[in-house]
């Protein structure tokens, strides 16, 4: 692939002594939605937050391999703090800051970096707003506390804030998973729009979620890929068939490797 | 290095150094009793403990027998008081916990709590040592107690609260009354809070000095009985560290070296035992 | 034994709390009655303390400890303020997990700590440096015994409780957040001044409270702050505070008709001041609770 988004290189994790990702190899194509499934606990959230580095808060958290955003290999060639510009990112759970208005909310990463201030900032508040389809419902109570609004709102609101930094690539952690179907069909919609410009990859344990907005995919179990490629023959096993006979294996593995001893 | 990252680094400095030179000043502050007080009993040996307090400006500090009599026994009476009462409290609390004389007690326990401890003194000088005339070991004790009570009554119902319901549950369907689930299933249960509790109470009746600046007296060269005046660790301290004489201020270093110790040993189990809690 | 006769046995202690601080009160109000009759309003102006033989020469002001123990508490939150938010950022972000279990073992054992150790640490240490400084500022012939040493002393007393406050609430903060700031690209610090803010209320709740433990600690104060009945304009100057007052007078107070009644008074206001501001931390530490957890005000 050419001038991926992003490109991931022999990527091993480890917890500790504990080794929870291996060997992950993977490119994402620009301006396009990519799509990570697996079961829980598989490490899909983990290789999400080794992209922007975000896992470096956990101490006992080692990485080894290469990660590139648009090109710049963002554990070598930049320090922790400038990679939140090349990669926003948006939680399972709704989380604007509950103390901050919906004004701050959005603007605090610019102000972070010192990015604008007065009204060029209010300028980037809007854009990131409205690009995030939710501009037209508080523009009049900016100074609201961003836990006034109801959980989608929300939702967009933390999208809105992770774009303000103009961010070539947008991490998505099952970002529906707590909403109702209305609003999560609403951030879907939304997904698809900014795939126009920004390279999007989102975690999610639904295949159809998946089908919907994702053009390319991987399946990660315990750690590992087990299947990479375009969405539609991502899935030519059906995925919880598939998830269901990578279970039983791992199970007569382990039950095989205890009767040896 | 831009600005953003001086910033940082300023903050980072500023933090750094200010976090410790509070913790040197708490070093300071708990090793300088047991440093200087260990070297005052070395130097005076065991009689330190048998012996009186030496006039001022003797060669030697003499030493805190009736004080630590004193300490025993006040500290002991003021437990026992109050260690029901906060218990039977606390238990109350607890159980009956929707009731409005629980959330009244709670409050008054709270209240209780904040009070200054030398208006505790001088309320039981009020009601007590003016009744009686003279201050004595068991108004000190009283004292002690009212200080003590708020804790006790914390303690014992967050060792009960905490206990899952399930057990409770478990004796009911046994068909034991309420009174034995709670006495001899519920209590037992969490033994280590309730004894936590008991552990705290002691510390802060050795701790404090307030309450019994009117209350006990200051009889450091006898023991007067439980109806007479007395002394503790912390009244020692604070009558001898004042004066300008050097074998008194030694004597306060001593007794000083005492309180730390217990209070530090004290401080340890009860955080050890707090965090070791599992059902 | 039925289930009656239990609760009402059990209630027998309850009961016996709610009269205790009852009776607390009212004594110290009717005890106050004698000199409130016998002075008046004068208690808030006279500014000196006079327990004289004739009952016609007693005049009693409270204004002076009074706005001394203010001065000495405030004193006191400001330091404690500094060093347990710096404290508490030191000890979450910066330093290694070994050395923060020690370090909590040290602040835990503070918190219990004596408080006329604090006093006797205070007499020994601070009150030299404190001279030595008002030295170099040009004051001739202080002892350093002052506002400002109380208000040290008293300042190294409250932080370790109010750390562990503030710990304990930014500690609760969930990860959920935390990731968030992160994943916008703050740093360590940013991180955490952003969380600072976000707990204020739960900050300024531990200050309140600490407030009122200030106003009302004897032993620790009244060992350093020189015990001088003046208006402590001057913080570098020997002072008093209400519970020094009390500490020093209280003993000889019933020789006098109406010293013990004024002090009575004294405590009176001492306590409504120091519940006041117990209240009014206690109320503001629910509200950060609320908003750690995300929920609407």
């Known amino acids: 692939m050419e001038n991926p988004a992003v490109r991931i290189q022999n990527l091993n994790v480890y917890y500790g002594n504990e080794q929870v990702l291996f060997n992950i190899n993977l490119s994402v194509p620009r301006n396009s939605v990519y799509a990570i499934l697996g079961p829980s606990g598989c490490g899909k959230s983990t290789l999400l937050r080794t992209i922007n580095r975000l896992i470096e808060l956990r101490p006992e958290a080692r990485v080894e391999g290469k990660v590139e955003i648009m090109g710049i290999d963002v554990y070598r060639e930049l320090p922790r703090e400038q990679v939140a510009r090349l990669a926003g990112m948006v939680f399972q759970m709704p989380n604007p800051l509950p103390h901050l208005s919906i004004y701050d909310n959005v603007a605090l990463g610019p102000r972070l970096h010192g990015v604008a201030k007065g009204r060029k900032l209010d300028e980037i508040v809007r854009e990131a707003l409205e690009q995030a389809g939710l501009w037209e419902e508080v523009k009049n109570k900016l100074k609201k506390p961003a836990t006034s609004l109801s959980g989608g709102q929300q939702q967009r609101l933390c999208i809105a804030r992770a774009l303000a930094l103009r961010p070539p690539v947008l991490l998505m952690d099952e970002p529906t998973a707590n909403l109702d179907p209305v609003n999560a069909s609403k951030i879907e919609e939304l997904i698809r729009k900014l795939s126009r410009e920004t390279t999007i990859i989102i975690v999610t344990h639904d295949p159809e979620q998946a089908k919907r907005v994702a053009n390319r995919g991987a399946i990660i179990f315990k750690g590992k890929i087990v299947k990479e490629n375009f969405i539609d023959t991502l899935f030519t096993v059906p995925y919880h068939e598939l998830i269901q006979k990578l279970t039983m294996e791992e199970r007569i593995i382990v039950e095989a490797l205890q009767e040896k001893r | 290095m831009n600005l953003r990252s001086i910033k940082n680094e300023i903050t980072l400095m500023l933090i750094a150094l200010s976090a410790v030179f509070i913790l040197l000043a708490i070093f300071s502050l708990i090793s300088a009793p047991l440093i200087f007080g260990l070297r005052v009993i070395i130097e005076a040996g065991l009689p330190f403990f048998t012996t009186t307090p030496a006039g001022p400006g003797e060669e030697s500090p003499g030493g805190i027998y009736y004080t630590l009599i004193g300490s025993v026994l006040m500290i002991s009476l003021s437990v026992a008081i109050a260690f029901p009462i906060g218990f039977f409290s606390g238990v109350y609390i607890n159980e009956y916990s929707q009731t409005k004389l629980a959330t009244l007690a709670e409050s008054a326990s709270h209240f209780l709590s904040e009070v200054p401890s030398i208006i505790l003194g001088i309320f039981i000088y009020a009601i007590y040592v003016l009744a009686t005339k003279k201050t004595s070991l068991v108004a000190g004790a009283l004292s002690l107690s009212l200080a003590i009570l708020p804790y006790t009554v914390v303690q014992v119902r967050e060792s009960l609260r905490v206990i899952p319901f399930t057990y409770r549950e478990a004796a009911y369907s046994l068909g034991l009354p309420r009174w034995k689930t709670v006495f001899f299933v519920l209590v037992p249960m969490n033994m280590r809070g309730i004894l936590v509790g008991l552990l705290s109470a002691f510390l802060r009746a050795f701790s404090e000095t307030a309450p019994v600046l009117f209350t006990a007296g200051a009889a450091f060269y006898g023991f007067y009985g439980l109806d007479g005046p007395s002394s503790t660790l912390p009244l020692l301290v604070w009558n001898f560290a004042r004066t300008p004489y050097e074998n008194w201020q030694k004597l306060a270093w001593g007794a000083s070296f005492i309180l730390a110790l217990v209070s530090i040993s004290l401080s340890l189990i009860i955080r050890k035992a707090t965090k070791e809690v599992r059902f | ?297």
């Not at chain 3, 007393?157 to 109010?162: C, E, F, H």
């Not at chain 3, 500490?247 to 001041?273: P, Q, W």
């Open chain 3, 1 to 297: 034994m039925n289930r009656d006769m239990l609760r009402i046995m059990l209630s027998i202690p309850g009961v016996l709390l709610l009269s205790i601080d009852i009776l607390l009160i009212l004594v110290l109000f009717k005890e106050s009655i004698p000199v409130l009759t016998y002075e008046g309003l004068r208690i808030f102006t006279e500014f000196q303390w006079n327990a004289a033989e004739d009952p016609a020469k007693e005049v009693y002001g409270i204004i002076p400890p009074l706005v001394g123990s203010l001065y000495v508490a405030i004193l006191a939150i400001m330091f404690a303020a500094f060093f347990s938010i710096s404290l508490t950022v030191f000890i979450q972000e910066i330093i290694p997990y070994r050395a923060r279990l020690a370090i909590e073992e040290l602040i835990n054992v503070a918190a219990s700590f004596p408080t006329v150790l604090y006093g006797f640490w205070g007499l020994t240490l601070i009150v030299p440096l404190v001279r030595q400084l008002a030295v170099k500022l040009g004051y001739v012939n202080v002892t350093g015994a002052s506002i400002v040493t109380a208000g040290l002393v008293l300042s190294t007393m409250i932080a370790p409780y109010s750390t562990a406050i503030i710990k304990s609430v930014y500690a609760s903060v969930p990860l959920s957040y935390i990731e968030a700031i992160a994943s916008l690209g703050a740093t360590k610090i940013e991180r955490a001044i952003i969380v600072l803010r976000m707990i204020s209320p739960a900050i300024v709740s531990s200050l309140l409270l600490g407030f009122g433990r200030a106003v009302g600690e004897t032993t620790a104060v009244t060992l350093v702050i020189g015990n001088a009945y003046r208006l402590p304009l001057d913080p570098f100057l020997p002072a008093s505070t209400v519970t020094s007052l009390i500490a020093n007078n209280f003993g000889m107070a019933t020789y006098y008709k109406y010293e013990y009644s004024a002090l009575m008074f004294a405590a009176l206001v001492l306590l409504i001041i120091s519940s006041f501001f117990s209240y009014v931390g206690l109320r503001l530490a629910n509200v950060s609770v609320k908003i750690v957890r995300g929920e609407q005000l």
